[in-house]
Nanobody
Framework: QLQLVESGGGLVQPGGSLRLSCAAS????????IGWFRQAPGKEREGVSC????????NYEDSVKGRFTISRDNAKNTVYLQMNSLKPEDTAVYYC?????????WGQGTQVTVSS
């Protein structure tokens, strides 16, 4: 069964950093593009970043450009989201996802809270 598990969230002060991980099980990550999304309280889920299966192409939402970096280690079956210079408005539950055919798979999410 294809599963995604996020980890690495937590409480961090403004200006701090976190690295989120999205680990895949039940399938080999090599052939899949992966996306990171986030959902803040009372807001819709929004796309943050995505990476192609090869890792050669990446995209970022405007508000995180220059601060977040997405990467993948296919040998570890894991995709990462390095988040630097965090702001309070980055507070949200972060999810990773992928698609296989017509099915979209989501992880359970990891909470990121940026607060002093």
């Amino acid at each position: 069964q294809l599963q995604l598990v996020e980890s690495g969230g937590g409480l961090v002060q403004p200006g701090g950093s976190l690295r989120l991980s999205c680990a895949a099980s039940g399938f080999t990550l090599d052939y899949y593009a992966i996306g990171w999304f986030r959902q803040a309280p009372g807001k819709e889920r929004e796309g943050v970043s995505c990476i192609s299966s090869s890792g050669r192409r990446t995209n970022y939402e405007d508000s995180v450009k220059g601060r977040f970096t997405i990467s993948r280690d296919n040998a570890k079956n894991t995709v990462y989201l390095q988040m630097n210079s965090l702001k309070p408005e980055d507070t949200a539950v972060y999810y990773c996802n992928t698609k296989s055919g017509r099915i979209t798979y989501w992880g359970q999410g990891t909470q990121v809270t940026v607060s002093s």
